[in-house]
C-alpha cells in the first residue's frame, strides 16, 4: 500500500503566483538562472538557485549558497510573498499544453515507502546532484521542488479530483512557454480522508521524474531520524513533497541522440555496418520522426533517413526491448565504442520537446549523426520499474516540467 498524507503548504501569495513559480533548478545552467532572476526578482530560482543571489565567482555548492536559500525563504515568508495554510490539506495542481491536460495531487509521499520499494525508480542518481540537493533540502529544512510521481489509473480518485475542478481555482495562470497551471486547495476533511484511503489501496506509486530530489529528500529525511532517536515516524521529515498524476494522463516525449564522433568510421561504413541488423531507405531533406516502436530516424549532412529494427533484433525483455537500449546496444556501442552514454562526451541529448529542426542544427553544427527517436510509453516506463529494473540514461522527457515555488513542504 502507498502512504500519502495532506500537509500545511507554504505556497505564494495570490498575486504573486504566476511571478514566483519557476522550472526546476536543474533545466537551467547558474548563467541562465542568473538572467531569469534578474529579469523577475521574484523568481523562485533565486531559492532553489541561490548563488544567483551572490558574485559571479561564487562556487555554487558552498555552504554559503545553501545558507542564502534558507535566509531567502524565511524573508519571502516573513514579508508575506508566502503564506502557509493553517490546516493539513492536499492540492490539485492541473497543467495544460497544447490543448492536453494532466492533473495532479499536491501531498507528501513517505520515505519509508521509497526505502521498502512501494515508490519504484526507473533510474540512477548521480552522486555530485544528489549531494547537492541533500545540503540544499538540509538547509532550508523544506522540499521545495516536489518530486513527479505516477499511479496506475483509479475510478474513484479521478472522480474526487474532477468534482474539486469544479471549483474556483486558488490559482489561474499561463507561464511564458504557454503552459496553464491551475491549483486547487482540498480542506474537506471527508475529500482529505477519502484520498489518503484510496492512495493505501494502490500497491505502487511510480518516479516519472525527480529521482534526484527523491534520493535527496529520503537522505535528510533519514539524517534527522538519526539525530533524532525518538523520533515516532510522524515527523514532517519522515516524508517528501510529491505531485502524483494518473499514469494515462501523462506523455513522454522523444528524447533525440547525436554522436558528434564516428569513431573512424565514414558514413558510407556505418551504414554498412548496421545493414544486417536494420532496413534502412533514404527518406530525403524532409525531417523524419519515427512512427513505430522499433524505428529511428537518422541525420546526416542535410539528409535523413529511415532505419527498422529487424525483428531478431527485438526483444521481450523490459529494459532490452526499448528503442534507446536497441539503438544502444546495437549501433552506438559496437559502431561508435560509446559503452557509458551517460559520461562519454562524444554523444550529446536533445529534448523532443525543442523539435527536429534542434537536432538537424546540433548535428551541422557538429558535423555528426544524429537519431530520431519513437517515445518511450508509460507501460513501458512501469514494466521496467514494476521488474525492478533501471531504463538507460536519457530513455523520457517528460512535458510540461512541474513549476517549483507552488507548494513547499517544510519540516
Known sequence: MSTIRPFKGIRPAADLAASIAALPYDVYSSSEARTIVRANPL????????????????????????????????????????????????????????????????????????????????????????????????????????????????????????????????????????????????????????????????????????????????????????????????????YFLSVLFSSDELKIYDYNRIIIDRNGCTFDSFLDKIKDGFKIRKIGTKAYHPAHKGEFGLYFRKNWYQVITSPELMSDDPVKGLDVSILQDHILAPVFGITDPKTDPRIRFIGGIRGLGALEEAADASDGIAFSMYPTSMDELLSVADAGMLMPPKSTWFEPKLRSGLFIHRF
Open 43 to 238: 523568481s523562485f530560482l533565486k531559492i532553489d538557485r541561490a548563488e544567483t543571489l551572490m558574485p559571479e565567482n561564487t562556487d555554487i555548492y558552498s555552504p554559503e549558497v545553501y545558507q542564502t536559500a534558507r535566509r531567502t525563504l524565511d524573508a519571502m515568508i516573513t514579508d508575506g510573498s508566502f503564506i502557509q495554510d493553517n490546516t493539513e490539506c492536499y492540492y490539485i495542481y492541473a497543467l495544460t499544453m497544447d490543448g492536453r491536460t494532466q492533473t495532479g495531487l499536491a501531498g507528501c509521499a513517505a520515505i519509508d515507502d521509497y526505502l521498502n520499494g512501494v515508490i519504484l525508480k526507473h533510474e540512477n542518481t548521480l552522486a555530485a546532484k544528489e549531494e547537492d540537493r541533500v545540503h540544499h533540502v538540509d538547509a532550508c529544512s523544506a522540499q521545495t521542488g516536489p518530486i513527479f510521481l505516477a499511479y496506475r489509473p483509479c475510478t474513484a480518485l479521478r472522480q474526487i479530483i474532477n468534482n474539486i475542478k469544479n471549483n474556483p481555482a486558488l490559482y489561474d495562470f499561463t507561464s511564458d512557454d504557454d503552459v496553464r497551471h491551475q491549483v486547487w486547495k482540498v480542506d474537506n476533511r471527508e475529500y482529505i480522508d477519502n484520498i489518503s484511503q484510496l492512495f493505501k489501496e494502490i500497491p505502487h506509486l511510480y518516479i516519472a521524474d525527480g529521482h534526484h530530489r527523491a534520493a535527496s529528500a529520503v537522505r535528510v529525511g533519514q539524517m534527522r531520524r538519526a539525530a533524532n532517536p525518538d523520533n515516532t515516524g510522524a515527523e514532517e521529515y519522515n
